[in-house]
Structures are given as structure tokens and as C-alpha cells.
């Protein structure tokens, strides 16, 4: 299998996630033309974490954002539901906590964290409202919400031409450093399908979450969207 369809079924999505892990954090810093550390570290920002602070990081990945959520001093948790992303993380970072976790089901408690973040990983989740209401039944009242997450660009002149450009360019240029290049296919068609910051705004206050606000980056190609726990 090296496309998802944009039904998202979990064991396919786990299984593309498998399939691009070796050379998944090289890839995304190429195709971000590097911005991709920026966008992790405003995330950082956002949150406001202070030493102390417990943070779950969701679709961690290979843990490199749980890597950079860990430099503000707060205990981050990485969690991921590919296996395969999981066992090259703990290759390259050794010293950040990750666990294998279902975001429709986390094996932590009620109000176990002070914040919890997702980023890049909301639109692979079968059911997105109920996986954000998962992450306020572990977050603690008073506690913090950031997807940061693909959008859609608000100047007419760089929206056409990331949609009609950049977009169908990926798959092309991940050929050249991806691992499963054609999962990028999947990757590259569901950001364009994916709801706008003022939908995705609405779903996150849906789901439970108050005081939703957002902020674009690098033109509204990627938004930080941040609430609160009631």
C-alpha cells in the first residue's frame, strides 16, 4: 500500500506513515524549503509552556517536535499510532519520551497535562471532532489546545499558486528524497480537502474547546489554531 484514500482508513494511514518513516523528518524540511522548523518552534511559542508543565505531543512523528516542545523546560509526551515512525524516533532521539497511541482512544488519564499540541497530524484522523474531544478529556481544566496544521493561503495571488503549483509539485519533488514518494500523493490532495481556519475553528470549539483563535503562518499555508479547556 502507498496511498491512503482520503476516507482514512487508521491502518492505512499508519501503514503510509510506516512506509515514509526512514527519511519522513528530511523530506518535510525539503519540501518545506526549511520552514518546517519555524512553524515548530512558533508552536513552541504559543503555547506558553513553562519548566514544570506536563505537554502531549500528538502525531509526534519521530518526536522532532516533541524534541523542540521539551527546549521551553516542560515534560513533553510524544505519541504516535504508526509504529514505524515510533521505532526510527527512538533511533534518533533516545531520550524523548514516545508511546504508540490512538488519538480516538489515549492511554492517559482524565487531566493528565497541562497542554497538549498536534501538528500536521489532525487531517489523518478518521473522526477529527472526536479526537479533539479526546485531547480535552486528558487536558486539564484551565490547560491549552495548538493544532498547527496546512491551510489555506488568504492572498488570492499565493493561493494559486501553492494550489496549482506547489501542491502538484510535491509528489514530483518528494520522488527524489522520499522513502515511499507516492504516500505524498495522498499528503498532497488532502490539505486542499482539509476544512479553512474559520471551519476548523468551528469543529475545535464543537468539540468542547473555548477561547479559539488562530493565527496564519508563512500566508495561511500553515495555521496555529489555539483554545483553551473549560
Known amino acids: 500500500m502507498s496511498r491512503a484514500s482520503l476516507e482514512k482508513e487508521p491502518h492505512e494511514v ?18 518545506a ?16 509552556l513553562r519548566p514544570g508543565d506536563r505537554v502531549l505531543d500528538l502525531a509526534a512523528g519521530t518526536g522532532v517536535s ?11 509526551v510524544g505519541a504516535d499510532f504508526s509504529v514505524g515512525m515510533l521505532r526510527v524516533g527512538r533511533r ?12 480516538l482512544a489515549l492511554p492517559f488519564a482524565d487531566a493528565s497535562f497541562d ?21 480535552a478529556r486528558v487536558t486539564r481544566p484551565g490547560g491549552r489546545l495548538l493544532v498547527c496544521e496546512f491551510s489555506h493561503p488568504v492572498l488570492a495571488p499565493l493561493r494559486a499558486a501553492y494550489l496549482g503549483g506547489v501542491l502538484r509539485a510535491l ?5 527524489r528524497v522520499a522513502s515511499n514518494p507516492d504516500a505524498y500523493v495522498y499528503l498532497a490532495e488532502s490539505i486542499p480537502a482539509w476544512p ?7 469543529l475545535i470549539q464543537e468539540a468542547g474547546w473555548s477561547k479559539v483563535a488562530w493565527r496564519n503562518l508563512t500566508g495561511g499555508v500553515v495555521a496555529m489554531h489555539r483554545a483553551f479547556r473549560p
Open 196 to 202: 479553512d481556519q474559520k471551519a476548523l475553528a468551528a
Open 66 to 76: 516533541t524534541e523542540e516542545l521539551a527546549r521551553s523546560g516542560a515534560y513533553a
Open 14 to 31: 499508519a501503514a503510509m506513515f510506516d512506509g515514509v518513516a526512514e527519511k519522513y523528518d528530511r523530506t518535510n524540511t525539503v519540501l
Open 171 to 175: 509528489p514530483v519533488v518528494a520522488r
Open 92 to 103: 534518533a532521539r533516545p531520550s524523548v519520551p514516545l508511546v504508540a497511541a490512538d488519538a
Open 115 to 135: 497542554a497538549v499540541t498536534i501538528s500536521f497530524g489532525l487531517r489523518n484522523i478518521a473522526d477529527p471532532i472526536a479526537a479533539l474531544r479526546e485531547m
Open 33 to 48: 524549503l526549511g520552514r518546517d522548523r519555524m512553524w515548530r518552534r512558533r508552536t513552541r511559542e504559543a503555547l506558553g
